[in-house]
């Protein structure tokens, strides 16, 4: 028996159809995403050092003027500079008979035992709570003294 050689047809030659070529589209996209990437964070690492620098100014400068505020509060607020004002106002001390004394037993801001609420006070007094827990515990502070 005879073997005959037949001509095999030619493939197509496309870069898709051979494995070869998609290998090496594979790869050069994947290094053409690495290179976007790169140059996506170091741009966004740029923007951000930018705005860090920004703030750091900013921390700067407020810092400055709440340095100049407290100088001039101070200077403000000193005794020489409080009675040069009273002193301008016409203003003096309080004469002894004006002065009362309340005893502390009616000026309690809350009673000693709570009252339990209901319905609406309760809800009402837990928001306030929630939204001011510093004016609660100011006024605590202030009926121990």
Known sequence: MKVRNVPVPPK?????????????VLIFSLLLAAAFIEVWE?????????QIDKLRAQVKDTDARTSFLDARAAEEGSRVRLAAIAKR??????????????PPSLVALSPTTPVPQTGLAAVGSRLNDFFVPAARARAASETQD
């Open 42 to 50: 170091s741009t966004a690492v740029s923007q951000l050092s930018i």
């Open 12 to 24: 197509p030659a496309s870069i898709l159809g051979r494995r070869d070529g998609v290998h090496w």
């Open 89 to 102: 106002l016409d203003l003096r001390p309080a004469d002894p008979g004006q002065i009362v004394m309340i």
